[in-house]
């Protein structure tokens, strides 16, 4: 919070330590007494107050706001709730770009889909076309692209809930076929014998819009905070720091000081 009042000087003058140092202990004495009346009784309603009165700064640049927020993130335990937050954000508001840096990183989806919870499985390819749609979506498009294009070594590995399969031809001409496919088996098919689908272009398309984020959230948040602070992924945070650019410093007061 102090650092939103430090501004750096313009146009060349020499700063004033003296003036400096006593603000800074202003601000210093002021932020704890800050702090126990947001911990009050009152707590709403005071950090109603400071989020106005916060917000209403117009002197930070598009720049200072990203330097402010990336000094936040990178204090000691921010990885667990600045920016957690902070994720959710960019995946509810602006997945696409979140889903461009999972498109390329096919072992994490790979792990994804290969747990336990096999319901995920289900959620993102488990919608073929019914007869009269014109297209598969999600994952089910993926597969079924693929399928085609890569049909001698991997048509085999689909699964068809009735006595027979269905060919590659047959298919073609009734892509509501695919209604037939056992989707789970199907995928578990997939991940043991058909490893490069999961690098495909078919998969990676299906991914880049990000819509796969919100099958489960809290899993991808843990994924890109480890990628933030564990590898230090300049892709990731790439799109962190043009998300705290474009938006609003409005909306990120009201998130993180209610944090």
Not at 26 to 40: A, G, H, T
Not at 160 to 181: C, E, I, M, N
Request: hydrophobic residues 40%; glycine residues 6%.
């Amino acid at each position: 919070m102090v650092q939103l009042f430090l501004q750096v000087p313009t146009g060349g003058g020499n700063v004033d330590t003296d003036a400096v140092k006593a603000r800074r202990s202003l601000l210093s004495n002021v932020e704890p007494i800050i702090k126990s009346v947001i911990k009050s009784g009152g707590r709403y309603e005071a950090r109603l107050w400071l989020c106005s009165t916060v917000s209403s700064i117009h002197s930070l640049s598009h720049n200072d706001q990203r330097e402010l927020f990336l000094d936040l993130l990178e204090m000691k335990n921010s990885r667990k709730d600045v920016a957690a937050r902070l994720l959710r954000m960019i995946f509810e508001k602006k997945p696409e770009r979140a889903g461009s840096v999972l498109a390329r990183k096919c072992h994490m989806l790979e792990e994804f889909f290969g747990g336990k919870k096999q319901w995920r499985i289900l959620q993102w390819f488990d919608h073929f076309a019914f007869t009269g749609e014109s297209t598969h979506k999600r994952g089910a498009r993926a597969l079924s692209q693929y399928a085609f294009v890569n049909r001698d070594i991997c048509w085999e590995e689909l699964e068809w809930k009735g006595k027979h399969g269905q060919s590659p031809a047959v298919v073609a001409t009734k892509p509501h076929y695919f209604r037939d496919l056992d989707v789970l088996q199907t995928v578990k098919n997939f991940l043991e014998y058909v490893p490069d689908f999961w690098s495909s272009d078919e998969f990676a398309n299906s991914v880049k819009d990000g819509e796969i984020l919100q099958i489960d959230t809290e899993y991808f948040v843990d994924q890109f905070s480890y990628l933030m602070y564990e590898e230090n992924s300049k892709d990731v945070w790439r799109v962190v720091e043009d998300f705290l650019m474009d938006e609003r410093f409005l909306l990120f007061v009201n998130i993180f000081l209610f944090i």
